[in-house]
T-cell receptor, first 109, second 115 residues
Framework: GQNIDQPTEMTATEGAIVQINCTYQ??????LFWYQQHAGEAPTFLSY????GLEEKGRFSSFLSRSKGYSYLLLKELQMKDSASYLC??????????FGAGTTVTVRA | ETGVTQTPRHLVMGMTNKKSLKCEQH?????MYWYKQSAKKPLELMFV???????ENNSVPSRFSPECPNSSHLFLHLHTLQPEDSALYLC??????????????FGAGSRLTVL
């Protein structure tokens, strides 16, 4: 199985940068996903990393280091609407997807 | 309708009731999933259906019974639940059950409260 750790909560100011770390231990590796979930809404897909390095999508970037079992999601130029829970999920060698407990990000004015 | 739709959005039931949660996807996907989301806990995979066949039952108690009549519809039948079963139940779909990026598209969930 997998063991996925991410911080429970983070707070940042509007316009700032926040980095959400995710560490994992897995039997084999077939990709890492980040999802965003606003309160009372469906989780929505943000990013997918399967190779080492940085994937950039506008204000959001995701980084992966397979040798370290580590990823981060970087949120730049924070906006109030970025207040949400961010879920890290890892897929193992059997293509089973396991989620972390999520990081609640609060953006303050 | 687009995406993944779940009904009802909220459900309150007694421990002796029988109820069902419904999920419908309009994305042409072939795999559908039930997840349980409890506060401050990771999403727990319950069931996976790939091309209408159940491919995963993650040691879920028999008081939860899934049904997948076709690739677009998924049900979760509930019977004699316990208060600890109170949670948000999320349905998701993906192109298929394995390979590739296989991104999940989630519904907004059914908030279940068991009294």
């Amino acid at each position: 199985g997998q063991n996925i750790d991410q911080p429970t909560e983070m707070t940042a100011t509007e316009g700032a940068i926040v980095q959400i770390n995710c560490t994992y231990q897995t039997s084999g590796f077939n990709g890492l996903f980040w999802y965003q979930q606003h309160a009372g809404e469906a989780p929505t897909f943000l990013s997918y990393n399967v190779l080492d390095g940085l994937e950039e999508k506008g204000r959001f970037s995701s980084f992966l280091s397979r040798s370290k079992g580590y990823s981060y999601l970087l949120l730049k130029e924070l906006q109030m609407k970025d207040s949400a829970s961010y879920l890290c999920a890892v897929r193992d060698q059997d293509y089973k997807l396991s989620f972390g407990a999520g990081t609640t990000v609060t953006v303050r004015a | 309708e687009t995406g993944v739709t779940q009904t009802p959005r909220h459900l309150v039931m007694g421990m002796t009731n029988k109820k069902s949660l419904k999920c419908e996807q309009h994305l042409g996907h072939n795999a559908m999933y039930w997840y349980k989301q409890s506060a401050k806990k990771p999403l727990e995979l319950m069931f996976v259906y790939n091309f209408k066949e159940q491919t995963e039952n993650n040691s879920v108690p028999s008081r939860f019974s899934p049904e997948c009549p076709n690739s677009s519809h998924l049900f979760l039948h509930l019977h004699t639940l316990q208060p600890e079963d109170s949670a948000l139940y999320l349905c998701a779909s993906s192109q298929d059950g394995s390979s590739g990026a296989n991104v999940l598209t989630f519904g907004a969930g059914s908030r279940l409260t068991v009294l």
